[in-house]
Each structure stands twice: as C-alpha cells, then as structure tokens.
C-alpha cells in the first residue's frame, strides 16, 4: 500500500474507492448518522482548499482548528495539507488565554471555530489581536456577534470562495508538497509551565504509518470510532491512519455521550485513555456488589476462570486444560458477550489505550472479561506510539509492551528513556532552548519517564518531573498511587501530594452520586454536599477503602492523611489540563490551606 502525502492521500484514496463510505457522522439537528463517502469528501476537501487558497493561506503558513470532532474539522485539515499549510490544533475545551497564547505564538491570521464558545473565544481574541483575521464556524447553530463582519460558516465558506485559478493553485501547491513540510504544530498541555508547540513534519506521519502496518493488523473492514479530541496526538494520528487503512471512521461529537454513542456505533477499534476503562471496571463491581447471590456468583466465578483462562494460560503461551478451556467458553457465552454488549463492544477486536497508567488491576480485570485491550505510550512529541504490545503476543500486566520498529532507545539518568527515530518531532516551535533540553548530544530526545525493560518489555515506573521526594528522603511516584486509589468505586480523582513532606497525603473527589447512595442506604443525613464529606462515618469508611487500596504499597508511600472536596478538578476551573492531566501546580497552589491542614 502505498504512503501518500497528506495533501493527496484522500484523492488517491477516492480514485479507488468511489462511493465506499470514507466515515460518518452525527446530525446535530436530526440525530441522524450521515455517512460521507470517499469522492464526496475529497471533492470537499477541494473545495476547502480552493477557498483557502483564495482567501490568500500561504504555504507553510499555520492555520487554526479550534473545534469538537466534526466533519468539517476532517475537510479543512486535509485543505491545509492539500495547500502545504500548517494544521494547529487546538482542544474545543480551551480557554481564551490558552488560544490567545498559541494565536499570538504561531501569528494565526485564520482560525477554523466548531461551536459558540469557541466562536465567542476567538471573537473575543481577535478583538484584540494583530494576527486574527477571520474566524470560520463549522456550526450554523453559532450566533454572530453583531459587530462581526468578518467571520464565516464554514459551507458558505465552501460555495462562495475558490474558482477554477485557486483550484490549479492548490494543484501546484499539491504536486509540490514534500515530506520536509511541516504538517503540525500540536501544544503540549502545560502542566509544568507554558505549553510548547511541538513540530511534527508529513515525514513523521508517514513513518508512524509505516511502523503501525509492521506492528499491528487492521483492515478496510474495521470501523474505528473516534472519540478522544482530534486535538491529541494519539487520535489524530490513529484517524490518519485509519483513512490511510480505508477503515470507517465514525466521530463523536460530544465525549460526555460517548457511553450512548459507542452503543449505536459497535466499533471494531477504539482509542481511548485508561480513564474510559476505569469507569468500566468501577461500573462492573459496582453491578456486581448490588446483584442477587446467583449473579453475583456467577460474576465472580466468570471472572475468576476468564483470569486463569487468559491470563495464567493463553497469555503465558501455554495450553488450558480441556475443562478449563470448556468452562471458559461457557461463561464467555453467558456472561462476557451480554457485557460486552452492554457496552457496546462486542465488536471489538483491538482497544488501544495509552495516555496515562492503567492500573494493574483494571488491566487484569479487562483482560479476564476478554476485553480485548492493547496497551501502548508515547508522547505527542513521537508522534504517538513509541511502544505498544502487538495484538498476537502475550500482554505482560503492568507494561506498555515492545519498541515499535524502527525506533532507537537507551536509558540516561534515573532510568529515563531516551529515543530516536523518523518518528521523534523536529523540535518546539519558537524554543531552541527548550529544543536543545530536550536532545541529548547524541540526539535522542528525553521523555521524561523512567522505565523498567525486561526481555525487551517495556515498564513505565514514574513520571520524572512528577516524582517527589519526602522529607524523609523517600522517592515516591503520585501517577502510581493515584491510578491505584482511583480502582475504588467511591474515588472519582486523587491528587497526591508529599514533595518535601514528612508523609503522603491525598485530595479526593468522592464519585458523589455513589457517595449520596451510600448515606441514603445507611441512614446518613446531611444538609449539602460539605456536610456529607466531613461526617466522621464517612471519612471512617473512606478511610477503610484506601488502608485496602494501598495494603500493598511500602509505607513510605501509603497515604497517611486525605482531604474529601466538595468540587471536582476541571479544565474550567484550571487544575485539569484539555487532556484531563492534573495540573499539579495549580492544586497545591488552590488548596493549600487544606493541604496545610493535613500536616498540622
């Protein structure tokens, strides 16, 4: 197959593929799944690309995509490609200061807007702005401000600009457009300071697609739904090369209804972060605690041989007994196929998952329900994946599986790893020194994660900037302990906290509505959520769950004190970053008279 540039690839594809679904979305105003087809959405992305052109886009020049996951967002990624312009996106949840931040760095003349507070942000931006010219609007839903005479939506975008001369200028730009050129510039989320515009080139794509045909096995028969931001690296590359595969690749809009629309979808392949699976799992026990003595029986001991099946024997590459092998067949009949049904993955051939830790214990239980999870890493400044387990090798529990091909690692100071390849970005936008931070002198750029590899598995063993030291002079890993704490069915979100402290101690937000379920039950009564979190019986019975999280961890690095909050962490309030990463600073500088409290 071959690797087409990005500012031909759908082209190609449709000179084959005709009126073959390319991927579908919902109707906003209908509720109807529309599906686009291949000749339609290049002849789309012409169009778009014409329009670029004629609004005067350069090449090389970045344009904006502020935006949910919409058709349009495809069509105008593709156009800017298809101009050898330069795709910036930018997650839907941002703030008016983050865009305002990446406006102002890469000098946006143009920004792509999907809805009304993306279009209020920009507006309020380009106000202001020597840069932002025009703001074009995806959703014909979006108000225009009164004093607006300069934005556009987005399909009277496509009607009224591009003739015949911009369409033979896009063609030139087209037959022209080398690998060299950059293709993306995608921003960090800041977590430790402001974030970097990382440089990703069409020659870094291309090589993803390469490695991912020698690593994994997918086909044109897939449907892969999309329903992390187009703005993260591990969705926007996978949907690259899902069009680059020919899967149908369905979007969803909105990530708060994901639980509804994976049911109406029935994907094959889905990324998505551990978080997605945690609720799964919490989801699962919590069905499982409420359930009738034969359920729940029959939960426990599917469970049970679902674990010695797949993972004592087939995982370890060894032959089950017969009677376990019929046992397993049995109870994946009768009670893994109605789950995964229930969720709307009985589909599913291959979950990829990376992002963050999956704990061991949701990873066991994932596996045991034979959900049939590929866990991986990588970083936005790899172009994604740097490991991943292939899909026919054993999955060791806790790892993030094997180098993919082609790239070089080692390890430097602490254990970090260190890697290099076609893959690996040509540096941060606007920062040489930051650039020159992150490569060693003989080029291979820093993740920032310390690893364990055994027999070439790779482990993750703790976020480098993230570690903490105690007072006590004790290394602890918060990301560990945090992905343990949140197994809990009470535990939404913890924040560790102990740098410099004489013990660990936790900020947790209580999944509320199981927490009110619990007081209703046991006869609890309290005035407001406040009133609830610090009652003595519930702080005891917190307290009894987390001594069990954590039985097993050493002592230094058990949580001694904990603190319930009354208030999730959100990107709204700024202790979330848009990919639901905590922003560690913000927290401890939001809650230090709590934090305080703890250590008195």
Known sequence: MAYYHFAQIIQKKAETLCDKVAFKYKDLLTGNWVSVTWNEFSENILKAAAALSALGVKEHEPIGYYSQNMPQHLIADYAAYANRAIVVPMYATSTVEQVQYIVNDTQLKFIFAGEQYQYDNAFEIQQTSQYLKKIIVYSRKVKFHKEDNTSIYFDDFLAQFGNANDRETVALRTRSAKEDDIATIMYTSGTTGEPKGVILKHSNYLEAMRIHDIRLNVSKDDISFSFLPLSHIFEKAWTYYAFYKEMIVVLNHDPKLVQQTIKEVRPTIMCSVPRFWEKVYIGVQKQIETSGFVKKWLFKSAIKTGKKYLIDYKNNGKKAPAGLALKFRLFNKLVFE???????????????????????????????????????????????????????????????????????????ENNELLVKGKTVMHGYYNKPLETAAAFTDDGFFRTGDAVAIKNGVITITERLKDLYKTSNGKYIAPQA????????????????????????????????????????????KYDNREELLSKKVILQMMHKRIEALQKQLPSFEQIKQFTLLPAPFTIENGALTNTLKIRRAVILERYKHEIEAMYR
Do not use: W
């Open 338 to 412: 109605k789950l995964h049904k229930a969720i709307g993955i009985e589909n599913g051939r291959m979950f990829p998952t990376a992002g963050a830790p999956l704990s061991n214990t949701v990873c066991e239980f994932l596996l045991s329900v034979n959900i049939p999870i590929l866990s991986g890493y990588g970083l936005t400044e790899t172009t994604a994946t740097v490991a991943c387990v292939p899909p026919a090798e054993s999955l060791e529990i806790g790892s993030v599986g094997f180098l993919m091909p082609g790239i070089e690692m080692k390890l430097g």
């Open 481 to 524: 302990i945090e992905s343990k704490m949140v197994e809990d069915k009470f535990i939404d979100q913890v924040a560790v906290i102990g740098d410099q402290r004489k013990f660990v101690s936790a900020l947790i937000v209580p999944i509320y509505e199981t927490l009110e379920e619990y007081a209703k039950q046991n006869g609890i």
